[in-house]
């Protein structure tokens, strides 16, 4: 199949957007962190985005789509980019290369959520080098690269399992091993600038369109469908999640724009697979389900301390599942449990736990064990002053 033109730009503009959402997720960050950490925040999206883009090129790629090793791992036929060449069916194997980059930088940095405002820079770089070697790739191996979830037929279209259960159940086991923030409960933590993170929202909102879209890797219906059910199921969820706030208070923008990446988180792994009438149940299920997730969280005593988990990572597991609910063989080629396929509802059950088990444990282990080694958090001295200065020698001005 020769090169598609339209195609390759399509997704050549797609991979840009995506890209813009690494930042995006920083700012979404940046404005719930206290004042004197907005800089490091902000920075470690950019630092996670550098240091996964030479880790992809020499390593990751060939992991998660090399030659299938026992259904776990890709061989080290692609390291280096060997054998990744301008030509392709459609695109050229180079641009889904970085298609697929741009995937993993972003996941990386959702992963921060779980140690705000703690963690030491030199950490966090050897943690994200382990992290995406050893979890990010073999869940990308498995769901997309002809991994054993591939070949059972669990569908994700583009990352509830690989991007959203891994970071959001990855930052969990994090927070688990770093421990609290100091006075974390005692004294007010409020978010230093709403606003910062309303334009960190609106940009993954706005990419989350190429996200989604650009994952049918063609310009085509699939990739319409899967920007519709996007939209849609972002909407639901900032409704859902307004409401369910409002009934307790206030109707916070926090919490509307919190609801629209679960409803966006929700649908990824099934915006090709879904009708839109399906996408407005999974998003206002998604803001009702990672609502009450923080909400759960907060009791807990648990400083898991920007909702990684209550959003990407019960929002994941939510869309895994629904995706087997609701599939649609006139829309994604594959029926789910409402039109009586049974077994596709199972498989995807299986895929999403594996998946959250594996995330958790293997993260809580990296956690362990750089922790051991050198010292996951800083000085309490350090965290009093904050990152900014201690980690960047850095500050924002008045």
């Known amino acids: 199949m020769a090169i598609d033109t339209g195609d390759t730009a399509f997704i050549i503009v797609c991979t840009a957007l995506v890209m813009l959402m690494t930042p995006g997720v920083g700012l979404f960050y940046g404005g719930m ?70 995937f993993a930088g972003v996941t990386l940095a959702i992963l921060t959520s779980g140690v705000a405002e703690r963690i030491k820079l030199s950490s966090f770089i050897v943690l994200g080098l382990l992290w995406t070697t050893l979890v990010y790739d073999p869940l990308a191996h498995w769901s997309w690269g002809g991994g054993w979830a591939h070949s059972l037929g669990a569908l994700d279209f583009a990352g509830g399992t690989v991007v959203h259960i891994s970071s959001g159940f990855g930052a969990l086991a994090l927070a688990l091993v770093i421990g609290n923030r100091m006075d974390y409960g005692k004294y007010s933590m409020e978010a230093e600038n709403i606003t910062t993170t309303l334009l960190g929202g609106a940009l993954l909102w706005f990419g989350w369109f190429a996200f989604n879209a650009g994952s049918a890797l063609s310009a085509n219906g699939t990739a319409v469908n899967a920007l519709v059910t996007t939209n849609i199921s972002a909407a639901a969820g900032a409704i859902t999640w307004m409401l369910a ?98 077994s596709q509802f199972l498989v995807q059950i299986l895929d999403a ?34 990152l900014d200065i201690s980690q960047h020698g850095e500050s924002t001005t008045a």
């Open 353 to 386: 736990f594996v998946a959250v088990a594996y995330a958790f444990g293997m993260t809580y282990l990296l956690a362990k064990a750089v922790d051991k080694v050198m010292g996951l958090r800083v000085t309490e001295e350090e965290e009093y002053v904050g």
């Open 245 to 342: 706030a409002w009934a307790k208070g206030k109707p916070s923008s926090l919490g509307m724009i919190s609801g629209a990446v679960a409803g966006l988180v929700a649908i990824t792994p099934g915006c090709g697979f879904v009708s839109p009438m399906s996408a407005i149940l999974i998003g206002g299920v998604a803001g009702l389900l990672c609502y009450n997730a923080l909400l759960f969280r907060v009791r807990r005593g648990l400083d898991e301390s920007l909702d990684a988990w209550a959003i990407h990572g019960m929002g994941g597991l939510w869309g895994a599942i629904a995706t087997g609910i609701f599939a649609s063989a006139a829309i994604g080629g594959v029926d789910g449990l409402v039109n009586g396929n049974v």
């Open 33 to 102: 962190v206290r004042k004197k950490n907005v800089i490091s925040m902000i920075a470690m999206s950019f630092i996670a985005f550098a240091i996964v883009s030479i880790q992809w090129v020499l390593l990751g790629y060939t992991l998660s789509f090399g030659t299938d090793i026992s259904g776990f791992i890709g061989g080290l036929d692609h390291i280096g980019l060997n054998g990744v060449s301008l030509d392709g069916e459609g695109i050229p194997d180079m641009l889904f290369m970085v298609f697929q980059l741009v």
